[in-house]
């Protein structure tokens, strides 16, 4: 069983600050990396992807790679209300199926 | 990316009747994904639904439940059948613009609601 867990929160952060977002995966074989936003009530959306072991920027976000330790993470800066959703992450093995994980609430205090 | 417009919104059905949902995609897509989302919970795929051949089920949802149809590369609909309280979810279209990439876009989603 092919698996992807996070913590379910809410991770609750100030506004400004750093949310760190964490996930990990139990297929050695994945090699694509995805993390989604969902706002209550609305589908989800991707953000930000990740093939490479490393860092990957874009904007606020950093999404960081770690195969060894088959671990992922988002890495929001500068915190804002709006960025108060659920963040899914997901996982993929090229043709095989996207796995999500159960998401990560977030929660950006004003 | 692409825009998907799936319908109905939000229905709410009676135990023991069907219905159907409409997936359509305003580009041509290889692959169309059916995923159901349970209160709380995350997203799980039902089916994979390719353009002139049936469609692939994930173990545990089987076609006479959710039959799939796709008739062309820009559509899609799922039928949720025999419908009963535990099938009460929100059933989202998905598609794969860039085959293989595993970057999908969601539409709006159908939340059914069975009584």
């Known amino acids: 069983q092919k698996e992807v867990e996070q913590n379910s929160g809410p991770l609750s952060v100030p506004e400004g600050a750093i949310a760190s977002l964490n996930c990990t995966y139990s297929?050695?074989?994945?090699?694509?990396f995805f993390w989604y936003r969902q706002y209550s009530g609305k589908s989800p959306e991707l953000i930000m992807f990740i093939y490479s072991n490393g860092d990957k920027e874009d904007g606020r976000f950093t999404a960081q790679l770690n195969k060894a330790s088959q671990y992922v993470s988002l890495l929001i800066r500068d915190s804002q209300p709006s960025d108060s959703a659920t963040y899914l992450c997901?996982?993929?093995?090229?043709?095989?199926?996207?796995?999500f994980g159960t998401g990560t609430k977030l929660q950006v205090i004003p | 990316s692409a825009v998907i417009s799936q319908k109905p919104s939000r229905d709410i059905c009676q135990r023991g009747t069907s219905l159907t949902i409409q997936c359509q995609v305003d580009s041509q897509v290889t692959m169309m994904f059916w995923y159901r989302q349970q209160p709380g919970q995350s997203l799980t795929l039902i089916a994979t639904a390719n353009q002139g051949s049936e469609a692939t089920y994930e173990s545990g949802f089987v076609i006479d439940k959710f039959p799939i149809s796709r008739p062309n590369l820009t559509f899609s609909t799922l039928t949720v059948s025999n419908m009963s309280p535990e099938d009460s979810s929100i059933y989202l279209c998905?598609?794969?613009?860039?085959?293989?990439?595993?970057?999908?876009?969601f539409g709006e989603g159908s939340r059914l609601t069975v009584l």
């Open positions: 297929d050695r074989g994945s090699q694509s």
């Open positions: 998905s598609v794969e613009p860039d085959a293989n990439t595993g970057e999908l876009f």
């Open positions: 997901a996982v993929s093995g090229g043709y095989q199926k996207v796995t």
